[in-house]
């Protein structure tokens, strides 16, 4: 489908997807082969075929169904009773939403855009935010970021069996964000767009209430600043953390691992003095025993990183990279046991007289240990021997999906679920070469649900 088509379906779709009977419609798209009946998306469709939701995945999905789709489908909503639909498609009929009159011009009618081309008018329809993923990869402006902020806290202790994450302090926590965009040596490609990931995600943490610090084009030595992080006394003050990495990334062949490439990776500079960064190099950052601070809360990481193999060690590689698997994650540094580590100690205000069995309980609870790795939520934007996605204009996929995902739904929705609904809108994304991109997100130990509650703070 011609980008102009591809335009035309985005901005009218607000108009065109409610007034649909997708009862009369569906048996037509699959009369003109704009799907097949195997198709493996009509089984789930019809499961809810009458929800809007539905009804719009069905609708731009036709956008990814070859260069005939546009015209197939009016011919479909033609033979379906839906005449005036395909009237609003081709420019013949515009919908006023103000004072819904519609009004006709004729087929021949142009405008002309800044660069003299012509083309036939059809109104402008606003798009909502929250469908800025259906056109993200047409649109020429990045997402705007506007959260909606919680009315009532949703952290309370016990749901469904599962615990929830206290999430009520001001600041909510601290982020981390390292964007590296302009790197030194030749073949390695600038990450100009990821820009704007940076921005949006400043923005949308901030709107949340968390505090957040961003650096830029940092060299091997970010690990350094990293560790520093992690010792930050603030930790204590706040109830959870984000580390947030947005690099060029490949698999370390020694440790069959992602690896970050900073500013100043090369091919050459790793058989030199070259210090590499691993994912996992991150998490140890901020075990319990590395960072006491956050034992018990929250820790999310998110890594927009590739994840292939180095072109010139593909064909020695061995394949498992290309298989759907996410046990890579956890090849540490050579081998590693895990230990348990005492708890941390906590004061309160309260007397110091107990009776003898609090005193006994209080020997008991400082007894207990803790486990090193817990509490810690990884969100990898691709599968482990792939690529990830990102627009030259606008940003990459994954961090534009979370933004939106993240403004519009954090209020009412736990963090997993939140990256469920990241990966639903991040599946139906494609490039002009049918290429697609899988989110991986890993628990561990992340036992309870975790609600961000934006915007919402306990008085003090």
């Given amino acids: 489908m011609n980008q102009k088509h591809r335009e035309t379906l985005d901005s009218c779709y607000m108009d065109i997807v409610p007034r649909i009977n997708i009862i009369k419609l569906l048996p037509k798209l699959l009369e003109h082969k704009i799907f097949n009946r195997d198709d493996v998306n009509v089984p789930r469709w019809k499961k809810n075929l009458t929800d809007e939701t539905t009804v719009r995945d069905i609708y731009f999905t036709i956008k990814t169904r070859g260069p005939f789709a546009f015209d197939r489908f009016l011919a479909s909503l033609r033979e379906s009773d839906h005449e005036e639909l395909a009237d609003i498609l ?51 402006t990045p997402l705007k970021i506007q959260v909606r902020k919680a009315t009532n806290f949703l952290d309370g202790p016990v749901y469904e069996n599962v615990e929830r994450y206290p999430m009520r302090r001001k600041p909510r926590g601290l982020v981390l964000i390292i964007t590296n965009i302009h790197y030194k040596y030749y073949g390695q490609v600038h990450r100009s767009s990821a820009a704007h990931d940076e921005s949006n995600l400043k923005e949308l943490f901030e709107q949340m209430g968390f505090q957040v610090i961003s650096y830029f084009d940092l060299l091997f030595i970010y690990l350094f600043i990293l560790k520093e992080f992690s010792q930050s006394k603030q930790l204590r003050k706040v109830d959870s953390c984000f580390v947030i990495i947005s690099s060029h990334g490949t698999v370390n062949v020694q440790y069959e691992v992602t690896e970050i490439e900073g500013v100043d990776y090369s091919p050459e500079s ?185 915007g919402l703070f306990e008085e003090t």
């Fill in 90 to 140: 081709e420019g013949r009929n515009i919908l006023f939403p103000s004072n819904d009159v519609q009004r006709s011009i004729e087929q021949n009618s142009v405008t002309h855009r800044d660069n003299g081309e012509e083309t036939n008018f059809i109104a402008p329809i606003g798009v909502t935010q929250d469908d800025f993923y259906h056109n993200m990869q047409q649109s020429e």
């Fill in 270 to 454: 790793k058989l030199q003095s070259y210090t590499s960064v691993l994912c996992t190099d991150i998490l140890d950052c901020f075990i319990a025993e590395s960072c006491p601070h956050l034992a018990g809360k929250p820790k999310i990481f998110i890594f927009q990183l590739c994840r292939q193999v180095p072109k010139s060690l593909q064909k020695f590689f061995p394949k498992i990279y290309q298989r759907y698997s996410i046990i890579l994650l956890f090849s540490f540094r050579g081998e590693k046991i895990q230990k348990s580590i005492k708890g941390p100690r906590h004061t309160t205000d309260t007397s110091n007289f107990h009776s003898s069995n609090e005193m006994i309980n209080h020997k008991i609870i400082r007894k207990e240990t803790i486990r090193n790795y817990e509490d810690m939520l990884v969100a990898h934007a691709t599968l482990p021997g792939h690529v990830a996605f990102r627009d030259k204009i606008t940003g990459s996929w994954f961090i534009q999906i979370l933004c939106e995902v993240f403004m519009n739904y954090a209020y009412k929705t736990h963090l997993e679920d939140l990256l469920n609904m990241v990966d639903v809108r991040l599946k139906i994304q494609r490039t002009t070469k049918e290429e697609c991109q899988t989110l991986v997100v890993t628990s561990i130990g992340f036992n309870k649900h975790c609600y961000l509650n934006p």
